[in-house]
T-cell receptor, first 115, second 111 residues
């Protein structure tokens, strides 16, 4: 049971390029999240999705695009990468449903460097 | 004021010590509370949920004080392997399913 996976694990790209980070889960959890983590800021929510075809902005959505055509996948795209988007990106899921707030499960992260 | 606040530390303690972390949250309507552990350059993982009655898991004890709006984590008999960052997480603020993370408290256990 793979659980939640992210790919690539490491990525180096150049300013202005489009980059897509993949997130895949095998649990059929309804909620999926994308975070970035930088020193001094902790985890910051970029986008989240409550179900397939339902996405919403988090705290720092500018410069990012998400989609969720299938429950199990939640790709994050940097349309035109900037150096400030150099970070560690974590995908997470939770099975929360009405009235129940469950724990989150995180993927292993993607280390992105924008040159 | 941040919705979830933690002392960033680092807390530098010798093996065998007892150490306690606190976390305060701003929304009294918050529903659920967790402590996560994050090792350097790894993903956060659930350490324990925090219940109103308090709960214990081996050397770890978590407590919730709704009146004062804080949660705590107590680690007894610290081990070198306890060195990590501990994240406080609050969920259900205003009915939202979006967890709110504290910035984490760094713990360093030395020999």
């Amino acid at each position: 049971d793979a659980g939640i996976t992210q790919s690539p694990r490491y990525k180096i790209t150049e300013t202005g390029r489009q980059v897509t980070l993949m997130c895949h889960q095998t649990w059929s959890h309804s909620y999926m999240f994308w975070y970035r983590q930088d020193l001094g800021h902790g985890l910051r929510l970029i986008y989240y999705s409550a179900a397939a075809d339902i996405t919403d902005k988090g705290e720092v959505p500018d410069g990012y695009v998400v989609s969720r055509s299938k429950t199990e996948n939640f790709p994050l795209t940097l349309e035109s990468a900037t150096r400030s988007q150099t970070s560690v990106y974590f995908c997470a899921t939770t099975s929360s449903r009405t009235g129940i707030y469950n724990e989150q499960f995180f993927g292993p992260g993607t280390r992105l460097t924008v040159l | 004021r941040k919705e979830v606040e933690q002392d960033p530390g680092p807390f530098n303690v010798p093996e065998g010590a007892t150490v306690a972390f606190n976390c305060t949250y701003s929304n009294s309507a918050s529903q659920s509370f967790f402590w996560y552990r994050q090792d350097c350059r790894k993903e956060p993982k659930l350490l324990m949920s925090v219940y109103s009655s308090g709960n214990e898991d081996g050397r770890f004890t978590a407590q919730l004080n709704r009146a004062s709006q804080y949660i705590s984590l107590l680690i007894r008999d610290s081990k070198l392997s306890d060195s990590a960052t501990y994240l406080c997480v609050v969920n259900g603020m205003g009915g939202s399913y979006i967890p709110t993370f504290g910035r984490g408290t760094s713990l360093i256990v030395h020999p």
